[in-house]
């Protein structure tokens, strides 16, 4: 039996009727790792000899009959941006590169006492600026598909290791398309749930109005699964939605005959790669066949999304990173300083890399006086245009569809001195997060041996919908998204 080609919830029912120990399992993925991890540098830190210990624990408590956990043994990959307890959290910054924090994030706490077994914290770009996971201070991760190629980001070591069965699942976060974009360019299955649906305590924030920890699976029924684990309120955070979720996984049937759906016209044309779109209308012809009836939308305040997110975000990294300063916890800079502000300036110069102290600074320049009204309070103004006509939608669509991502895995350096060219990689995932509402992004296709995702938007709080659309069209592709590595 080769356990690493099995899914998440294959794994839990192996163990769960004793066919296979936990132990088996977390050694066939360290074994996974130790056989793939020197090509792909997915995870930052591991965890190998905790994971046994837990493993072994699980095995005594299966063995006296006992409730060791929904899913007791199977192993998963936490982003490292995910607070986690007696284990570094570094946020792939020199900053935090020997941080040890005193408490789990909500999230990792969830899946935790489900009885999930944490592998390591996998790589990311710093503070989750990026969309390659070039811009991590701990260095490069390759995508499975093809080592030259990047596995996007910010989420991109979790992409990666679940792609590559280093790992069967993983925990990422999304604020412009973290999760989605790195999914759709790794050929896996990413979820950006509606903002407050998961708890953000232990998240560290980068744009808090529009972070959001999301699942990152091999398939659809995993993704429920996850979400089903992490979903709730959390009392710890103050964004948090008091309403109770719903059970994703148990009502997972595809049944989608007579949902309307509409392309977004502003995603889907100029700028986004023939063969991608190639790809992206073959699912439509799919979903078509399904029972889904497909119409176009123009949806003209997209136009505007990538500017005003690259306005808000960066606005709200240069409040959030503030904390950063070499006084309480972090790096701290080794040269001899004449006064507080040296030691300051030469901490953050030192400890950010260029793409976080870029946005830093564009981020502080649109809030200062002067500039607020200007590009904040505009951006602000653009960002309310796009969820009104998100609502206009809903009036009448019951999901709106688009590519992930413009093209497919692009070459590593090939964008990296090229802010803008980079920014343009979220250009289809940022408009979800600055409205708030939830999105998935599953396979679709290859295009020349690169995969190629569709990303299904829907309403706040319509999960399991968007969910029941992205598992019917996978079962009818029945793609085999597995790399050749």
Same mark, same amino acid.
């Given at each position: ?6 899914? %998440? ?28 991890? =020197? ?20 095995? *005594? ?8 956990? *929904?899913?007791? &043994? ?8 995910? =607070? ?88 990422? @976060? ?15 299955? !990413? ?7 998961? =708890?953000?305590?232990?998240? /560290?924030?980068?744009? @808090? ?58 995603? #889907?044309?100029? +700028? ?27 949806? =003209? ?11 808000? %975000?960066?606005?709200?990294?240069? #409040? ?19 006064? /507080? ?9 030192? &400890?950010? +890399? !260029? ?12 809030? @200062? ?7 904040? %309070? ?23 569809? @688009? ?28 408009? /979800? ?5 939830? %999105?998935?992004? /599953? ?8 995969? $190629? ?15 029941? $659309? ?16």
């Amino acid at each position: 039996m080769d356990l690493i080609e099995k899914d %998440a919830l294959t794994l839990g029912r192996l163990i769960a009727r004793r066919e296979v120990s936990a132990s088996e399992v977390v050694e066939a993925y360290l074994n996974r790792i130790e056989k793939v991890e =020197s090509m792909l540098h997915a995870f930052i830190n591991l965890s190998g000899d905790l994971a046994r210990r837990l493993a072994a624990e699980i095995d *005594e408590k299966i063995s006296r009959g006992e409730n060791a956990g *929904e899913f007791a &043994g199977v192993p998963i990959a936490i982003k490292d941006v995910l =607070s986690t307890k007696n284990f570094p959290t570094t946020c792939a910054s020199r900053m935090l590169e020997n941080f040890v924090p005193v408490y789990d994030a909500t999230a990792v706490e969830k899946v935790l006492s489900a009885g999930c077994v944490m592998l390591g914290k996998t790589n990311m770009d710093e503070f989750a600026m990026g969309s390659s996971t070039e811009n991590s201070y701990f260095g490069v991760t390759r995508n499975p598909w093809d080592t030259d190629r990047v596995p996007g980001g910010s989420s991109g070591g979790s992409a990666a290791a679940v792609a590559a069965r280093e790992v069967p699942w993983a925990l990422g @976060s999304d604020t412009g398309g973290s999760i989605r974009q790195p999914a759709a360019l790794c050929g896996i299955v !990413g979820m950006k749930p509606t903002y407050g649906l998961v =708890s953000r305590y232990g998240l /560290v924030a980068f744009a @808090s109005s529009l972070d959001q920890v999301g699942p990152m699976t091999l398939n659809v029924s995993d993704c429920a699964a996850l979400l089903g684990l992490i979903a709730g309120h959390d009392p710890l955070d103050s964004t948090s939605i008091p309403d109770e979720p719903e059970d994703y996984l148990s009502e997972l049937n595809g049944e989608i005959r007579g949902l309307k759906a509409a392309v977004v016209k502003e995603l #889907s044309g100029e +700028g986004i790669d023939p063969d991608v779109l190639r790809c992206f209308n073959e699912a439509l012809d799919t979903l078509d066949a399904c029972g889904v009836s497909i119409e176009e939308v123009s949806l =003209s305040s997209f136009e505007y999304a990538l500017s005003a997110y690259y306005i808000i %975000a960066p606005a709200e990294a240069s #409040s959030n990173l503030a904390r950063f300063d070499g006084v309480r916890y972090g790096f701290r800079t080794d040269h001899e300083c004449d006064d /507080v502000w040296e030691m300051y300036d030469r901490t953050r110069s030192e &400890g950010f +890399g !260029g793409e976080v102290k870029r946005r830093i600074m564009l981020g502080t320049y649109a809030l @200062s006086a002067g500039y607020y009204e200007a590009y904040y %309070a505009q951006a602000q103004k653009i960002r309310t245009l796009i969820i009104n006509d998100y609502r206009k939608a809903w009036e009448k669509f019951d999901v709106l569809l @688009s590519p992930t991502s413009p093209t497919t895995a692009f070459r590593i350096g090939e964008k990296i001195d090229d802010p803008l060219t980079m920014y343009l990689s979220d250009v289809c995932t940022i408009p /979800v997060n600055l409205a708030g509402i939830p %999105a998935i992004s /599953v396979p679709c296709g290859l295009s020349e041996g690169l995969p $190629v995702g569709l990303q299904i938007m829907g309403p706040p709080l319509k999960e399991l919908r968007i969910l029941n $659309v992205a598992y019917a069209l996978e079962q009818s592709l029945n793609l085999n998204m597995r790399p050749p590595i």
